[in-house]
C-alpha cells in the first residue's frame, strides 16, 4: 500500500524558514516523479513544486521561485521542501503526491497523496 | 481567479446524474493531460478520473470523463450522499510552465 507520510509543519514567523518532509513507502520511490501542493484555509488546491525521478526536472510555481527548494533523497524514501523568506500568504497545508509513473520533464496526475502537514506564518 | 474554469456548484438529487466543466485554453487543457480530484473536508484530495478519461483501480463507473478541444467534463451517475464534496480539475499548462488547478466545484445532493 502507497503510503505518504509528511512532517515539519509548524508555526514560523514572517521572513523564517522551514523545511518540511514526505516519507514515502509502498512503492519504489526512485522510479516515480512528486509534487508538493498546498491549499490555504478555505481555498483551493494550488500546486508548489515539481521533482522527476532523478531530479533531472525541476518546475516551482511563481510564488516560491527563488524561496523555496524541493530535492529528494531516494536511499531515504525521502520528499523534501526548503522554505525561506517565508510570508503570511504561505500559510496551508501543504501535501506531497507521487506523480504518474511515466511523467517525464513534468507532472501528469497525482494518485497519491500524504496526509498534509499545516504550515502557519504569523507574527 | 483560477486559470481553469468550474462552476462553483452544482446538485441533483439522489440517484440522478451531475455534470461539471472545466474549461481552459489550447496551452493547458487543450494540450495537455486532464485529472479531476474529490476532496472532502479536511481530507486530501483523490484521484478520480487521469488522461481524461480513465479510471484509477477502485473508482467506481459513476464517475466518468471526457475532453472536448479546450474543455474537460466530469459525471457523476447515479448521485449519493456520499459524492458531496468538492471536485478540482487539473491539467499542466505549457506555456506558464506550471500545473493549474480549477475553482472547484462543489456537489450537493439534494
Known amino acids: 500500500e502507497v503510503q505518504l507520510v509528511e512532517s515539519g509543519g509548524g508555526l514560523v514567523k514572517p521572513g523564517g524558514s522551514l523545511r518540511i518532509s514526505c516519507a514515502a513507502s509502498?512503492?519504489?520511490?526512485?522510479?516515480?516523479?512528486m509534487n508538493w501542493f498546498r491549499q490555504a484555509p478555505g481555498k483551493g488546491l494550488e500546486w508548489v513544486a515539481f521533482?522527476?525521478?532523478?531530479?533531472?526536472?525541476?518546475h516551482y510555481t511563481d510564488s516560491v521561485k527563488g524561496r523555496f527548494t524541493i530535492s529528494r533523497d531516494n536511499a531515504k524514501n525521502s520528499l523534501y521542501l526548503e522554505m525561506n523568506s517565508l510570508r503570511v500568504e504561505d500559510t496551508a497545508v501543504y501535501y506531497c503526491?507521487?506523480?504518474?509513473?511515466?511523467?517525464?520533464?513534468?507532472?501528469?496526475?497525482?494518485?497519491?497523496w500524504g496526509q498534509g502537514t499545516q504550515v502557519t506564518v504569523s507574527s | 481567479q483560477s486559470v481553469l474554469t468550474q462552476p462553483p456548484s452544482v446538485s441533483a438529487a439522489p440517484g440522478q446524474k451531475v455534470t461539471m466543466s472545466c474549461s481552459g485554453s489550447?496551452?493547458?487543457?487543450?494540450?495537455?493531460?486532464v485529472s479531476w480530484y474529490q476532496q472532502f473536508p479536511r481530507t486530501a484530495p483523490k484521484l478520480l478520473i487521469y488522461?481524461?478519461?480513465k479510471r484509477p483501480s477502485g473508482i467506481p463507473d459513476r464517475f466518468s470523463g471526457s475532453k472536448s478541444g479546450t474543455s474537460a467534463t466530469l459525471d457523476i451517475t447515479g448521485l449519493q450522499s456520499g459524492d458531496e464534496a468538492v471536485y478540482f480539475c487539473?491539467?499542466?499548462?505549457?506555456?506558464?510552465?506550471?500545473?493549474?488547478f480549477g475553482g472547484g466545484t462543489k456537489v450537493t445532493v439534494l
Open positions: 488522461d481524461a478519461d
Open positions: 503526491a507521487k506523480d504518474d509513473p511515466f511523467s517525464g520533464p513534468y507532472p501528469k496526475w497525482f494518485d497519491s
Open positions: 521533482i522527476s525521478s532523478t531530479s533531472s526536472f525541476i
Open positions: 489550447s496551452s493547458n487543457i487543450g494540450s495537455n493531460f
Open positions: 509502498g512503492f519504489t520511490f526512485s522510479a516515480f516523479s
Open positions: 487539473a491539467t499542466w499548462d505549457s506555456s506558464l510552465q506550471v500545473v493549474l
